[in-house]
């Protein structure tokens, strides 16, 4: 660990240990007392490379986060279940709502998770769903299908939180991408989260 230590740090604890040993002058509670504070001098140095480098790790070793549940959001039966059956083709968990408002009763906050949600239903549309979790201080990534997609309605979904707007008739491929897209995004921001929150601990022992 002396090898970590500033070259003038080094110099200093070997000048006052030569000094403590020369000084025979110097009562033997005197010479105690240097001891201890270049030995609690020592520890205090330690401690905060310790912590730097703790910090720099945080932000630097990827941390392996579980998959997240995806979140299928669409009044129509049968829309709804063909991205149920794509979803499990991709080995993600799946959960299925038949309204926003379904969604937003039965969600608990729980990530990772990402939502897909149609544009047009009855009640809170797909828009409104995108800005009322906003409201809520949810920000799992959204991709919105819509065959409406008129520039008014995507210009608040984009300022809402969704990253992808995929317009029907879409395929298979294509919601496929969107949704991989949508769980490294959760993925990504899961990490950083995780690293700053560290950091912010790590930050708090230095004090």
Do not use: W
Request: aromatic residues 6%.
């Amino acid at each position: 660990m002396l090898a970590k230590l500033d070259r003038c740090d080094a110099t200093e604890v070997a000048v006052t240990t030569f000094c403590i040993k020369k000084c025979g002058g110097l009562s033997r509670l005197t010479r105690s007392c240097a001891v201890k504070y270049v030995l609690l001098s020592l520890a205090e140095k330690f401690f905060v490379m310790y912590a730097i480098e703790s910090l720099f790790r945080a932000f630097n070793e990827p941390i392996l986060m579980s998959l997240p549940t995806i979140h299928i959001v669409d009044d129509d039966t049968d829309s709804r279940q063909v991205v149920v059956e794509l979803v499990r083709s991709m080995n993600l968990a799946v959960e299925s709502y038949v309204s926003a408002e379904d969604f937003i009763s039965r969600y608990n906050g729980k990530r990772p998770a990402c939502v897909v949600t149609d544009k047009k239903m009855p009640g809170m549309n797909g828009v409104e769903l995108i800005e009322r979790l906003r409201e809520m201080d949810i920000t799992i990534p959204i991709v919105m299908v819509t065959g409406f997609a008129d520039v008014p309605s995507t210009v608040r979904a984009i300022r809402g939180g969704a990253i992808t707007l995929i317009e029907k008739p879409c395929g298979r491929a294509e919601l496929r991408k969107g949704i991989e897209e949508a769980v490294q995004l959760e993925q990504e921001n899961l990490q950083k989260s995780v690293q700053f929150d560290e950091a912010k601990r790590l930050v708090a022992t230095l004090d």
